[in-house]
Each structure stands twice: as C-alpha cells, then as structure tokens.
C-alpha cells in the first residue's frame, strides 16, 4: 500500500504540485492519467525517492520513504523512469543483474542468478540476453529495462511511461506482461500512462490528476466517461461502446 | 503478503520450459587472459632489455639494471594499469566516453598543485609533493563534475572540450605563476611525462597508486551502477553521491601520483577503456584485468618506441602518447558522429 499525505513540492508561483492526499492499495494495477505537465511523473518520481518533496509524508509498505534508507527502500519499492540513455555498453543479462543489486551488491549468488533468468523469461527475453542492449530495438531495450526492475523483486513496481515509443504491438505486449506481474506474481503496480484507453483496459484503478492535483480517482468505468475526461483532459472526448469494451474517442 | 519471484516455482513464470541452468561463468582466469598476462611479461621482458646502455656485455651492467631498467620497467606497469583505470572509472561517472584525466583538467590541477609545492617547500620530499598534487587533483575534478551537474550539455562531445578548457585555464594559471617564480623549464620538465628519469630510490612512491588499483577493483560494480545515471543508482539503493565522491577520490590519487612521478600520460585513458569496451562492453569488473594489462602494453610499447625512435636520445613517452591518442580520439568522434 502506498500512502501519500498531504505531499507538495513547487517549482515556482505558477508551477506547483499537490497537496496531494492519496492511498494506492496493494495490489493490482493504478494508472496515473491526465494532460501534459499535469505533474504525473513528479509524483511517481517523489513516491520513488528520486525526487525530494517539499511537504507532507509517503509511505510505502507502511515505511515512511524520507526517513527509511534507501538500501532498504530499495527492497520494497522499485521506479523505472521514462528517458533512460545508459552509455555503458551491457548485455541485457548484465542489466537484469544488477536489478539484484539491493541483494548481492553486485555479487550475484546463484539464487539471484535464477530470479535474473526468470526475470528475463517473463520478459521474453531469453533468446536476448547475451545482446548489448545498443544492438536492441526500442522495445526490446525497453522490456529489459522492466525485467531490471522485476528483478529487484519490490512489491511495488512504479513504471513512467514505459509505453513511450512503443509502437501497437509492443505496447500491447508490455502491458500484457504488466498485468501478468500484478495478477500472476500479485505486484503493486503504479504506471502513468499517456492513453486512457490502454489504462482503461489494463488497469484496476485509474486516478486523474490535473494541474498537480488529484481531480478523479476511481475504477475504469467511473472514469470512462465523455463529461469526466473532457473535464480533465480540457478536450472534447466521448466515450463509446467498441468491440473490446470502452473507448475514449477525442479526434 | 504477496508472492514474489523468489517463491514462485518457476513452472509458473516461465511456462515454455523449466529455468535453464545459464549462469555465467564467473572464472577470473580464462584463457585469453592468460595469454595476455603472457604477453605482458614478454613485453616487460622487452622493456628491460631495450636502451643504450649494453647491460650484457657492460662490467657495471647488472648495476645499471638494477638502478633503472627496473624501476622504469615497473614504473610503466604501475603508470599503465593506474591511468588507464582512472580513465574507465572517469567514463563511467560522467557516462561519457571521451573523458579522461587528460581531458577533464585533472592532470593540469595536479600540475597547478606540484608547482605551488615546488614554490612554497623547494626541499620537500616527494611525498609532499605527491599530496599536493593529489589534493589540486581531486578538487579540480569536483569543479568539473560539479559543472557538468548543474548544466545540461547536449552534446557528449561538448563535455571533454569543456574539460581541456577547464585544463587551458589552470595551465596557463600554473605557466604565468612559473614565469614569474622563474620556474617554466623545471615545470615543463616535471610535466613532460617520461620514464627516463625513473631511477631507483626515487620512483618508489609511485608503488602507492597499488591502493588505487585494488580499492577500484573492489568498489567495481559501484561504479558501473553509478554509470547507469543518478536514478537507476538510487532506484537500487546506491548513496550515488558517496560513490562519486570515492571515484574521484581515487581518481585524483592515480593522476596526481603520476604526475609526480612520471608526468603527464596523455590520452591514456581514453585509449584504453574505449577499446576494452569495444570487444567486451562496460562491466566494469570483469573488464578490470584487461584495461589494466592494455594500460601497461599502450605505456610498454610507446616507450620503447620512444627508446628506440632517435637512438641514443630519447623521445618522452607523453609525446608518442599525445599522437596516438589524438588518432582514436578522432576515430571515437567520427564513430560517435556515424552512430548518431
């Protein structure tokens, strides 16, 4: 579970986040929607500790993030941000590996070498672990960076955009591995997602934030509806029945 | 409480097959870097032979051995294997493959630092001096790493230019302050890297840069995480800022102590680390030995030419280095430029 209480941070008078007050519950899949700049990935970034807020308290798994060390954090919480231009040249197995960082502190003992493997297979990465990931394509460097942060085996699983670039097929294929990890392995996963569609489809729950707050949390129904996304997205969208089930159309 | 991965029976993560037994050998001693090591000591049997001076056929030749083949042959070692891991270290920490002690102002802060020495205790030991050098070195570094923080560069090729800038302005800050202390020959002497004046009782100091070698070996796969960006280093629990501040720490130990000792290794390491990461990427520990023997076979083999080239004189290692080095730095440029 995570709980965030009261939490703000500003960049200047015009720009600032929060306060925002929320409970992600345990489990399942949260979707982080709402238009650009809204502060989505700031409030990932600071449940993630990677960011310093200015005001209030998160909790994770009941460990308040500011006070616990990062070492021990980084058992029970992993972030995955969205631009990631590692110059290092490593095989994605190398990657994955130092997901067990938290662990083995770079000594990998063979029973990280085992979750590294299964990381890798969840992935579908088997056949391309040996690669380097600047010989892969953006998708597949993109699933070796999520099998990097499975294998850090965190109950909570916070993913930026991990969808970004990815065209049709892969996107699909990321967010069919998503949902696998939080029914199969029973993961807490926060993502923010650009396209409500995808989070309304994947997701258990969505909440909507909008200039730095938090204007709509709820299930996908509650939330798929033409007057709720106009109102957050600040564009006309309607909602309508397709084959799969809802969809937000909006051109 | 949730299942993780560690208790899941691996039919259930992954359907197509049982988990294969794939873990990667992690033998220190392959083949290929025992022949390497091999060739290492053929080169420094080399080494040892190759000079003006018949050590054979001479009365005193076991003498003159003794007094500076030896010592200059294990100064090349020693000099090799440390800048060139500096340099890996350096990449590593700035995630940028062009910059080196040579390219980031270290070497130039060591020099700054040896001559205020040189001005303020004419009579200090070498030792002194070494740790001034050292402690110039490691602050210049965190002016460089400081500035590269607080601006974003867009270009990975801006950043060494950047660097040698940095290194332009503390030379001609260390040249104006020897011109007017009427220091500019022993300056340029000391700061002209060569072996030719390695001799016994008077290089041993360099035997310290030892510590720099074994302490990067065993905070190796801090630095490559560290390599990985400020975020994925926090994401798995790393105190990144600790880890940069021992990376230069280390760093400016190896530079300064050379540049005592030795002088300034051009381009050294660049060379090195580029080319280790070419055949076998950037994990780091597993790279170690190799960036250490190619270290030592660059150093070797430029300063044997350099023994070699106008017989009976000599041409300092720095210079042969500095063409070398200008020659893959280029490569490195236009392989960046084609790669995008």
Request: hydrophobic share 50%.
């Amino acid at each position: 579970m995570i709980t965030l209480t009261s939490v703000a941070k500003s960049y200047s008078s015009e720009v600032a986040i929060g306060p925002v007050d929320l409970t992600i519950p345990a489990g399942g899949i949260t979707a982080l929607v709402g238009p650009n700049g809204a502060g989505k990935s700031t409030l990932l970034t600071m449940i993630g500790r990677l960011l310093a807020m200015d005001e209030g308290a998160i909790e994770v798994a009941g460990l308040d993030i500011a006070t616990t060390p990062s070492k021990d954090l980084a058992k029970i919480v992993s972030i995955l941000r969205q631009e990631n231009h590692f110059v290092a040249r490593l095989t994605v197995r190398q990657l994955v590996g130092f997901g067990r960082f938290p662990y083995s502190r770079g000594r990998l003992t063979l029973g990280d070498e085992e979750i590294v493997s299964r990381s890798i297979d969840f992935l579908g990465m088997g056949e391309l672990e040996g690669r380097y990931l600047d010989e892969l394509s953006g998708g597949q460097r993109q699933r070796a960076y999520v099998a990097m942060v499975l294998a850090q085996d965190t109950d909570c699983l916070l993913l930026d955009e991990p969808l970004n670039n990815l065209d049709m097929q892969h996107s699909v294929q990321m967010m069919h591995h998503l949902r696998r990890a939080a029914t199969e392995l029973g993961r807490t996963i926060v993502i923010v997602l650009h396209d409500v569609n995808f989070a309304s489809h994947y997701a258990d729950r969505i909440c909507a934030i909008k200039d730095g707050r938090i204007v709509h949390v709820g299930l996908p129904e509650e939330i798929m509806r033409g007057d709720v996304l106009t109102e957050i997205f600040d564009t006309p969208v309607d909602v309508v029945d397709g084959p799969r089930g809802r969809l937000a159309v909006y051109y | 409480m949730t299942e993780s991965l560690t208790d899941l029976p691996p039919a259930v993560t992954s359907p197509a097959a049982p988990v294969r037994a794939r873990v990667p050998k992690s033998r220190l001693f392959t083949w290929p870097l025992l022949a390497g090591l091999a060739a290492t000591a053929g080169l420094v049997a080399l080494s040892l032979f190759v000079g003006v001076y018949d050590i054979l056929g001479a009365e005193d030749g076991a003498e003159m051995f003794a007094i500076t083949r030896i010592p200059r042959t294990i100064a090349l070692v020693l000099a090799g294997a440390a800048m060139a891991m500096s340099g890996m270290v350096m990449q590593q920490l700035t995630q940028n493959r062009f910059v080196e002690p040579s390219t980031a102002g270290t070497t130039e802060w060591a020099g700054l630092g040896l001559l205020l020495i040189m001005i303020v205790m004419p009579e200090a030991p070498l030792l002194v001096k070494m740790t001034g050098a050292v402690l110039t070195a490691f602050v210049g570094t965190m002016v460089f790493f400081g500035f590269l923080r607080r601006v974003t560069l867009r270009s990975s090729i801006i950043v060494p230019i950047v660097g040698m800038m940095l290194g332009a302005v503390v030379g001609a800050v260390s040249t104006f302050i020897a011109l007017s202390t009427d220091m500019l020959q022993s300056m340029g002497v000391w700061f002209l890297g060569s072996f030719t004046s390695v001799l016994q009782g008077q290089y041993e100091p360099l035997w310290a840069v030892v510590i720099v070698v074994v302490a990067v070996f065993v905070a190796a796969d801090r630095f490559t995480v560290a390599g990985l960006g400020q975020d994925v280093a926090t994401n798995v629990g790393l105190n990144y800022n600790r880890v940069v501040l021992l990376g230069t720490g280390l760093i400016a130990a190896a530079t300064g102590i050379v540049t005592v000792v030795v002088g300034n290794l051009p381009f050294l390491g660049l060379i090195v680390p580029n080319i280790v990461s070419l055949f076998r990427g950037d994990d780091l520990r597993s790279n170690l030995p190799w960036v250490c023997l190619l270290g030592i076979w660059v150093v070797t083999v430029c300063d044997i030419i350099g023994r070699v080239i106008v017989m009976p004189f000599e041409v300092p290692v720095a210079t042969i280095l500095a063409v070398l080095g200008a020659v893959v730095f280029i490569l490195l440029l236009l392989r960046a430029r084609r790669r995008g």
